[in-house]
């Protein structure tokens, strides 16, 4: 077997083995699209998954090699060499087409990270297929994007974002976070930001949070999506992140500044304000916001909606699931029959209305139908009605409160729920639908979600795992005074 080692131009000869199989590939797929409809004799012969172990061996063995890559790292001092073949490169990467128009060795410089793959990289242009876990993700798309392989690289971004959930020992989903910022990827970044906004109280738990940038955790603070059990949990959670990284002051203070300290209970303000040593070197540049919180807790909403303004989001809860904001909700068999439930929330965040609670009714019917799929009876013929088939029904949730009370004047209330699913072992909010006191149900709730089957991602054990969230809105009544 010939090993070619110089550089030389151009020539038919390169065609080679590579170019008999590609013309067997193409010979094969023709003869599948050929049209067999007027004979009923037809069939098709289907040897490609030959063909792809040929190719296979191909690479493995270097017949036919005309052309050579080099791969170096700095983790070795030998090359990695690959004999390949300039038609299979070419047709898969722009870049080797370049590479390799004037020159049959070429020698490239990788990562280790990268390196470490090139083989599966190269395998994937002669075979269209590749096998990734979740450390090797970064570098594969690294690859796929340095070398313009488009197909693999969409590949290999779907599977981060359906890979979210994965677990693994240190984390994965900040990192392909601020990869995807690095690369320009909206739709990945976006797909990581939801992810962790939604299930904040696993990261904040886990080895990645210490990972987390100064540009993230503020994205994160900003969002009133976030679930987690309470605002005291993530302030206990930026307490640490801010004692291990130690940025500079002016950092140290806007993210102290993100934190919604009228959602934290007065006994638990002042208990921060004693032990918190972070609190203690940063107390002047939050001083008026824990003072503003105080006052919040100690006057009625609207007394206080009198002289500051309470539509911003210092006053705006989160998706807390401590037991004041909302239920827990398992429905067995979810596609059987309607069920109904009932709980309580407090009345509103600030402690003047902590004895006061709010009870709430709610209804769940799996195929539910709109009126323009209801029975109806037919002109055409007498009695007859129309037949309505279960899969016409969609899944709804209704949300109402069972009182009426002039407390509830200058309050209203935004409804949440969490849809959990199990993902990879692991119980994680899938979807969260958000509606207003105007309304009393989610128009889209689970839409797409097939209920009747037992195998739907959307259930555990048969079951469909809800949290239903109230959160309680003051309007200020009166202007603020300046």
């Known amino acids: 077997m010939a090993r070619l080692t110089g550089t030389r131009p151009v020539a038919t000869r390169r065609w080679g083995c590579a170019a008999a199989f590609l013309l067997l590939l193409f010979t094969v797929q023709a003869a599948q699209k050929a049209d067999f409809s007027g004979d009923s004799t037809a069939a098709t012969i289907n040897h490609s998954l030959t063909l792809l172990q040929r190719l296979q061996e191909l690479l493995q063995n270097g017949n036919g090699s005309d052309s050579v890559l080099r791969v170096r790292s700095a983790a070795s001092d030998e090359p990695k060499v690959f004999h390949t073949h300039q038609l299979l490169l070419s047709l898969q990467s722009e870049v080797f087409e370049s590479l390799l128009r004037n020159q049959s060795v070429v020698t490239l410089y990788e990562p280790p990270e990268t390196a470490a793959l090139f083989e599966k990289f190269i395998r994937y242009l002669y075979c269209g297929g590749v096998s990734i876990l979740l450390h090797q993700a970064i570098p594969m798309h690294q690859l796929a994007s340095k070398y313009r392989v488009w197909g693999l690289q969409r590949g290999v971004a779907e599977y981060m974002r359906t890979h979210l959930a994965s677990e693994s020992s240190q984390g994965h989903v900040v990192g392909w976070y601020h990869y995807a910022v690095r690369v320009g990827d909206a739709a990945l970044q976006e797909s990581c930001l939801q992810f962790l906004a939604w299930n904040l109280s696993a990261v904040l738990g886990s080895a990645e949070w210490g990972s987390v940038s100064v540009e993230l955790l503020l994205l994160l603070l900003e969002r009133s999506d976030l679930v987690l059990h309470s ?225 739907s991602e959307y259930l555990i054990d048969n079951s469909l795992h809800l949290h239903i969230i109230i959160k309680p809105v003051y309007h200020s009544l009166i202007k603020v005074k300046k």
């Open 231 to 455: 605002e005291l949990e993530l302030y206990t959670a930026v307490e640490g992140w801010l004692s291990r990284r130690q940025p500079e002051a002016p950092v140290a203070e806007r993210v102290l500044r993100a934190i919604r300290y009228p959602m934290i209970a007065p006994s638990q303000l002042f208990r921060l304000q004693a032990q918190s040593a972070v609190l203690a070197r940063h107390r002047g540049a939050v001083q008026d916001l824990l003072f503003q919180a105080f006052q919040f807790h100690a006057a009625s909403p609207l007394h206080f909606a009198k002289y500051f303004d309470v539509n911003c989001s210092m006053f705006l809860p989160r998706n807390y699931l401590a037991p004041s904001w909302g239920s827990q909700w398992v429905i067995t068999n979810p596609a059987r029959d309607d069920r109904s439930t009932s709980f309580q929330t407090q009345l509103g965040p600030s402690s003047h209305d902590a004895g006061k609670r709010v009870t709430w009714n709610v209804l769940f019917s799996p195929r539910w139908l709109p009126v323009s799929l209801r029975p109806v009876y037919s002109d055409s013929v007498a009695g007859a009605i129309q037949p309505v088939r279960i899969e016409d029904g969609r899944p709804r949730l209704v949300v109402t409160p069972a009182m009426s009370s002039p407390d509830f004047a200058g309050v209203s209330f935004q409804k949440t729920v969490l849809v959990g699913v199990r993902q990879q072992g692991r119980v994680l909010v899938k979807h969260a639908y958000s509606f207003h006191q105007s309304s009393d149900e989610a128009a889209d709730f689970l839409v797409h979600a097939d209920l009747q089957k037992r195998t």
